[in-house]
């Protein structure tokens, strides 16, 4: 391997590590001379793209902060950052399940200012998840499906939003924590076998302490609950979502 890729592929191992926090000034002379001192700026613009795209969070954060050749190069490669195109955003997070949450979050969180203005325009696409009981009477399985995972949508944008500083997205969580709350009281006399689960599934993503009770009753059994182990499983399963137990 040529010594000064291997250099490279090094210098990017090191990057790697949270606890270093390297500047423009900074000379990677890390293998023993006559390796020549490299700098960032020094590196040419593909290989400094080709190493941010394997940072998220806080290293990628630490890496564009690095010196301002580097932010500008990274500035322009639009792939590295949440896509200015709506339709593209909104398709992503369809395609994302829930269980990868944490992806979205530091993937889109290299740039939280502009994550936040694309997810406020994405949320409406997500919203009115709500099915009344008697359309949901006559509903296909299906159709209730697609409610379902509209809703864990919004839950996912909201949460992404608010892992991003939009402080707005716990007061919308509470607000749709309370009706659904609402839907269950007055459901709970008769437990509706679908608008009860319903209801209560889409609650488990506002309060995970509730994942663990529809496990059992999914594992058991348990009446409105057919036994379903591939379903005990999965909401047996905890996520990461920073607005869980905000209510």
């Not at 905890?238 to 137990?245: E, G, I, Q």
């Amino acid at each position: 391997m040529n010594i000064k890729l291997l250099h490279y592929f090094y210098t990017s191992i090191f990057l790697l590590n949270s606890s270093v926090k390297a500047t423009d000034q900074d000379c990677f002379n890390t293998l023993s001379d006559p390796t020549p001192k490299i700098t960032l700026s020094s590196l040419p613009s593909e290989i400094v793209v080709h190493m941010a795209s394997y940072l998220e969070g806080d290293n990628f954060i630490n890496f564009y902060r690095t010196s301002h050749p580097t932010r500008d190069r990274l500035m322009k490669e639009k792939s590295l950052f949440i896509s200015d195109d709506l339709n593209q955003v909104i398709d992503q997070i369809q395609k994302t399940p829930i269980e990868e949450l944490k992806h979205l979050i530091d993937l889109w969180g290299r740039n939280k200012r502009k994550s936040v203005s694309m997810l406020r325009q994405a949320i409406p696409s997500f919203e009115g998840y709500e099915i009344f009981e008697d359309y949901l009477q006559e509903s296909k399985p299906e159709e209730i499906e697609f409610a379902r995972k509209k809703f864990m949508n919004q839950v996912m944008v909201l949460n992404l939003l608010y892992a991003f500083g939009d402080k707005k997205a716990l007061k919308t969580c509470e607000d749709i924590y309370l009706k659904i709350q609402l839907e269950l009281s007055a459901e709970h006399a008769e437990v509706n076998s679908q608008h009860y689960k319903f209801h209560r599934e889409n609650l488990s993503l506002l309060t995970p302490n509730i994942r663990k009770e529809i496990s059992r009753d999914y594992r058991e059994g348990n009446p409105p609950y057919e036994r379903d182990l591939q379903k005990a499983e999965f909401y047996s399963k905890d996520l990461y979502l920073p607005l869980a137990n905000k209510q």
